[in-house]
């Protein structure tokens, strides 16, 4: 029964809450920091409600503490050094040590309590995109609470009122604050555990960035022309692969915060999109896919079930986006002479290196490189160059590995008569039916 006393009750109650909540924020909890960008095991829950954990790809998950009913996050914004592939570093804007963020995982129901310390040299916020709180947590500096100055530490709290999968980043000097790295991903478990459970679950947010080769700090007005395009601030081979069981399902949770579209594709499966940002997608309003757009500001999930063994790629389908440091400006030169064009321009510089005319296949060439970038595509495989770079990693399926194992497990082990093979070259042009003869149409 709702009975008038158990009203009053409750509302007096709420009320005793943030009051107390105010008292109990002034004594901060100590803010973890990370000094690696591998993906960190999950972080099993030790008290409430039971829920599988995320891993994040080259990434973490933000440790908590329990003070009386709310769980105690701290985020410190601070300058970070992130090594976007072996070879390149980067210095960005991030939380904790590491850009992007740490992953916040909590469940459906919790209040949480997030302080934010700034060592960034100018003024941040932190909004949080997606979730449904109130306006005056929802971080956009000037309109619904003070910048945080420099040296200063914010509190927000709020209920985690609805699952999903959600973002942070800055709603303060926000082009160059994103464009230096600064966000990150919520996680949100369903209270019942029961509600679409998977067996392994990953995230990541995509952002992009433009360094000049030679230098290690992004332009932060770029708009379009990016040259590292990546997820969680890492780009081929330094994204880590995706470890599963044969037989699990598994969901992946993608966050764009870069500013463009990403289609993203997985070969040798079709997966269904299950959740946005705006919340679970009914199963009947659900479609199989093998490709999914993810678009700028927004979060596009998926589940798949892992039934095929192997290696598979998982990628951008922008084909540009799973390159490395290149110019984008260079003349398709296929089917050209190069001999008058390598004599022209040896004139001028002796050391140039005429290319591009039979393609710009370059897996097997080595070239020097200018100090701290990446070449643009690279990454080896059992059977030779894989050439690719950017936002390209892949899911390695197998048999053999446990329940709770996110180790990459090596190259897949193809049984024997399973791979594409060469046959024996009959060495002349192969027999050609000649096109029948267009008929004249009658009008
Ligand atoms: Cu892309």
């Not at 100055?149 to 303060?172: A, C, D, I, N, R």
């Not at 230096?180 to 478990?189: E, L, N, S």
């Not at 395009?229 to 995706?242: E, H, K, Q, S, Y």
């Not at 095929?308 to 922008?318: E, I, L, S, T, V």
Request: some cysteine; hydrophobic content about 40%; charged content about 20%.
């Amino acid at each position: 029964m709702f009975s008038r006393r158990g009203f009053l009750g409750t509302a007096a109650l709420v009320g005793a809450g943030a009051i107390q909540g105010r008292v109990q924020a002034a004594s901060i909890p100590e803010a973890p920091h990370m000094d690696k960008a591998v993906m960190q095991p999950p972080l099993h829950p030790t008290s409430g409600p039971d829920y599988r954990p995320v891993v994040t790809l080259n990434g973490w998950t933000l440790p908590f503490r329990m003070n009386g009913d709310w769980k105690e996050f701290h985020l410190v914004a601070e300058p970070v050094v992130r090594e976007f592939a072996e070879g390149m570093k980067v210095n960005l804007w991030g939380y904790n040590g590491q850009s992007p963020g740490p992953t916040i995982e909590a469940v459906e129901g919790d209040k949480v309590r997030i302080f934010v310390t700034n060592r960034l040299p100018e003024y941040t916020t932190v909004h949080w995109h997606g979730m449904i709180i109130p306006s005056g947590m929802d971080g956009v500096g000037g309109l619904t609470q003070p910048h945080i100055q420099p040296g200063k530490t914010f509190v927000y709290e709020f209920e985690m009122k609805k699952s999903g999968t959600f973002m942070y980043h800055p709603h303060s000097d926000e082009m160059v604050q994103m464009a230096m790295g600064m966000m990150g991903m919520v996680v949100v478990h369903p209270r019942e555990a029961t509600f679409r459970p998977v067996d392994r679950d990953f995230v990541f947010v995509m952002s992009t960035y433009r360094v000049d080769p030679g230098t290690s700090l992004p332009h932060v007005n770029e708009m379009t022309d990016f040259n590292m395009w990546t997820w969680n601030a890492r780009v081929f081979p330094g994204i880590d692969p995706l470890p599963v069981r044969l037989g699990d399902k598994v969901r992946v949770r993608i966050g764009n915060l870069s500013m463009t579209n990403h289609p993203i594709h997985l070969h040798g499966h079709s997966f269904a999109v299950t959740c946005t940002d705006g919340g679970w997608i009914p199963e009947s309003a659900q479609y199989p896919e093998t490709t999914t757009d993810v678009p700028v500001g927004a979060v596009r999930v998926f589940d798949v079930f892992a039934d095929n063994p192997g290696d598979w790629a998982f990628h951008c389908h922008k084909s540009h986006h799973t390159m490395n440091a290149m110019g984008h400006d260079v003349r398709n030169l296929i089917g050209v002479s190069r001999k008058d064009l390598a004599r022209a321009v040896g004139k001028l510089a002796p050391d140039a290196m005429a290319m591009g005319s039979t393609g710009m296949a370059m897996g097997n060439m080595e070239m020097p490189t200018p100090d701290n970038t990446l070449p643009m595509m690279s990454g080896a495989g059992q059977f030779g160059p894989i050439e690719m770079g950017g936002m390209f990693t892949v899911m390695k399926i197998r048999e053999d590995m446990a329940r709770n194992d996110y180790r990459d497990p090596g190259p897949y082990r193809f049984p024997q008569g399973t791979v594409a093979y060469e046959v024996a070259s009959p060495g002349t042009e192969p027999a050609r039916q000649p096109a029948a003869p267009i008929q004249k149409m009658k009008m």
